[in-house]
Each structure stands twice: as C-alpha cells, then as structure tokens.
C-alpha cells in the first residue's frame, strides 16, 4: 500500500524501518473510484492526497461551464488545493477521478504531528514544495510564450505514456487550447514525422 | 454541493445495521458488506424503490469497502468484531470506526487490533445509545469522531443517553 509512496520519499530521505512506520499511523488509505469526487469546490480541502495508483485531475468550473485543467497526478505525485489546505478557506478546484485509484490522504493535524515526530518529513516536504514552484514557474512561463504545438510537443515529450491515458479534450483544457487546435497540432505533427 | 461521505456498514442486513442503513441512505454514500448476499440484494432493492438518488453499493469483502469508506460502521455481533477489525486493520488507519454494541466487552480487544483509527464505541440499549469512554490512553480523543456519532445516530433516530458510561 504504501509502495509507491516511499520510493518517492526515498529519492529524497533516506527513512529507517522504524520512521516508515510511525509515518503510515498518518496516512489514510482511501479508494476512490473513477469519477468520484475526492474534493468540491467550495468545501474544505482537508487533505493532501498522494497516488499509488490511478489517475486524478483537479479543475475549475467557470461561469459558463467550462472546465480549466489545473492539474493531473497520477502515481507518485500529490494533489491538493493547497490554499485551502494551509489556508482552512473554501477550496477553488474539484478534485476527481480520471481512473480508479488508490490514494494515501493526510489531514492538517497529522501534517504537522509528523513534522514533529519524524523530522526527515520536514525535509522531504520541503523539497517537494520547491519543486512545485518551480514546476509552476515553469508552467507559467509556457503559457506565456509558447505557442499552443511547443506547449503540447513539451507535454508529450516529458510524460510520453500518460498522454495514452488521459482523454484529448482534458489535454485540449491543460493546454489552454480547444480541442479541435488540438487534434490539428496532432496531425500536424504526424504529418511532418 | 457538497462532498457525499462514503460509509461502509459491516453487518448491514442485521437489525441493528437494517435501522442505520436506511436512515443514512439519504445523507450519505453506502457500502454494505454482509455474510447473506440474498439479504443484501434485497436491502439494496428496498433502498432503491425509496429513492432514486441513493447511492448504494454492495461489498462481499469488508476490506475492499472500508479501503474505499470515509467512516466505518460495525454492526456485527461481538464475537465477530475481532477478526472483522483484523480483516480491515490495514485500510482502516486514522479512519472513524464506529461500534455499534450491545455489550462493552470487547472495547479493549477492538482499541488494542485498531490502535490508530479512531474507534468510538456505542452501547446501544433499545431506540438511545450511550458513548463508552475509557479512561486513560486509549480513550477516542478525536472531537470529529464524536461529532459524526453524534450526527450519524441522532439522525438515524436513535435517542442520546446523556449519562456516557466510563469503563475503568
């Protein structure tokens, strides 16, 4: 169950037997099923969500109805609305399921509780932080000045195999772009290859 | 809107589960595991002939269903209540257990195979039921525990007995 979870930590700490059980007391092992909700928007987000396994999205509704990919997670990364989160305010995403999934949730309390009792954690978590912001910082800057074949040529080339799994219209959303620039940048490309 | 919690009831076709089952099928996501899959299917039909929006799924294995439930219900006779905490133990961490008892006996053996979830123990006499508090360590520190107790009983009609019983 918890597999993936320290092979992804172990690229980061190194953790003895003893710490990885005291960190397991924190987690929640949760199953959810494809489609099914883990967050709403306008609820509070209570947890941090890490993937074993499965596929999860996280998106916002506007006002007209359309959806705008924030972000996907499949096994070995995490998935939160993180404002919400630290911030205890009303969550700005929903958070679903694209394929059944098995997830490892940590609330608030237990955040800070294994901070204390397993310091490492700290570490671990904060690497995982700067990262992020840079991933963001990196994802900003792509949609500012890439054009929309760069940005989906990027996408393909860092995370060949997930594209099989995610459906085009999500990529289409993910990229700012709609679906049907989309199937012709695909076509495009397989034209020139 | 709102997030729909998922409750898994273990024993669900027994009186005991029966009463839970179709008083919370409104307010939550169910899934009910029992030993008798000719009762269950029957419960399931019953709960959707009530309401179309119920959303109620059948488990044949306790762990599968409390892997995926938010907060788990044993209405199970106590001398199953053992090996049922066994078969879930690993998906059960930090999740709210809610047993439903007719006789506080078993409270430690359950609180010493679940150490880390959130164990609440109900002793139900009739139509009210009384919270079991143990003094010392392993007493149910968790308000959000209680709350959902509190919530999920009153609202399935059962009356609270304000006089909580403290096992020493």
């Known amino acids: ?83 919400s989160f630290l911030s205890k305010e009303a969550a700005s ?36 932080f700067q990262n992020n912001i ?37 990529i289409a959303s993910y990229l700012g772009i709609t679906p049907e620039t989309l199937s012709r940048i695909r076509k495009n490309l397989l034209l020139r290859s | 809107m709102g997030y729909k919690s998922s409750v898994a009831i273990i024993g669900a076709t027994t009186t005991l589960g ?51 439930a938010d907060v788990i219900i044993l209405a199970v006779a106590c001398d199953e209540q053992a090996s049922i905490a066994l078969s879930l133990k690993e998906v059960a961490t930090c999740k709210t257990i809610i047993n439903i008892t007719t006789s506080e006996t078993r409270f430690y053996e359950l609180q010493h195979i679940l150490p880390y979830s959130n164990l609440v123990n109900v002793l139900v006499l009739g139509k009210t039921y009384s919270i079991l508090h143990q003094l010392g360590n392993n007493e149910c520190k968790n308000k959000e525990a209680i709350e959902t107790v509190y919530h999920m009983l009153n609202t399935s009609g059962f009356i609270y007995n304000t006089k909580n019983i403290d096992l020493e």
């Open chain 2, 18 to 68: 029966n009463v839970l089952v179709k008083s919370m099928a409104s307010d939550y996501r169910l899934l009910l595991v029992d030993i008798n899959e000719r009762k269950l299917k029957i419960l399931r039909a019953e709960l959707q002939n009530l309401s179309s929006n119920t959303e109620v799924e059948l488990s044949y294995s306790c762990k599968d269903a409390c892997w995926e």
């Open chain 1, 93 to 128: 995403y929903n958070i679903d399921a694209i394929e059944d999934a098995e997830l490892l949730l940590m609330s608030h309390d237990h955040f800070e509780e294994m901070m204390i009792k397993v310091p490492k954690m700290e570490r671990y978590f904060r690497i995982l």
């Open chain 1, 1 to 83: 169950m918890f597999e993936v979870f320290f092979i992804h930590v172990n690229e980061k700490v190194s953790l003895t037997d003893r710490e990885k059980d005291t960190v397991k007391t924190f987690f929640i092992p949760k199953k959810l099923r494809k489609k099914q909700y883990l967050l709403q928007e306008g609820d509070l987000c209570k947890y941090l969500a890490f993937v074993e396994n499965g596929l999860l999205r996280s998106y916002n509704v506007d006002d007209k109805g359309y959806e705008h990919m924030i972000q996907f997670a499949w096994e070995g990364w995490w998935i939160s609305d993180t404002y």
């Open chain 1, 134 to 170: 840079i991933s963001k910082e990196r994802r900003l800057l792509s949609s500012i000045t890439y054009s929309a074949e760069e940005k989906y040529t990027k996408l393909v080339s860092n995370n060949p195999q997930l594209i099989q799994r995610i459906p085009q219209n999500l």
